[in-house]
């Protein structure tokens, strides 16, 4: 059973930056893909960013590409993600997940973290 933890949400000005982080344990980090979800208020859970089991690939949602980036770091089971020029409507809760497949849709990931709200004033 692998538990996901995240960490570094909070309240920020657009325009601003937030890097969040997410500790795995209790599995073998390298064999999973890592994710990144989100969900605002009232709406369904959205793709935002994956990245590979190396770290070597990463796939990004149109309205992140180009501002977020995700990267892991084996040595500490640690993924984050790096969200640059943020804007009002990236305001939601951001959630990590684990799952076996490269793969952007939510069934792809069995496991997920608690979530970290992040919001974004105008």
């Known amino acids: 059973q692998v538990q996901l933890v995240e960490s570094g949400g909070g309240l920020v000005q657009a325009g601003g930056s937030l890097r969040l982080s997410c500790v795995a344990s209790?599995?073998?980090?390298?064999?999973?893909?890592m994710g990144w979800f989100r969900q605002a208020p009232g709406k369904e859970r959205e793709f935002v960013g994956i990245?590979?089991?190396?770290?070597?690939?990463?796939i990004y949602a149109d309205s992140v590409k180009g501002r977020f980036t995700i990267s892991r770091d084996s040595a500490k089971n640690t993924v984050h993600l790096q969200m640059n020029s943020l804007k009002p409507e990236d305001t939601a809760a951001y959630y990590c997940?684990?799952?076996?497949?490269?793969?952007?849709?939510?069934?792809?990931?069995?496991?997920w973290g608690q979530g970290t709200q992040v919001t974004v004033s105008s």
């Open positions: 209790g599995g073998t980090f390298s064999s999973y893909v």
């Open positions: 990245i590979s089991w190396s770290g070597g690939r990463t």
């Open positions: 997940a684990a799952g076996n497949n490269f793969a952007t849709a939510k069934w792809a990931f069995d496991y």
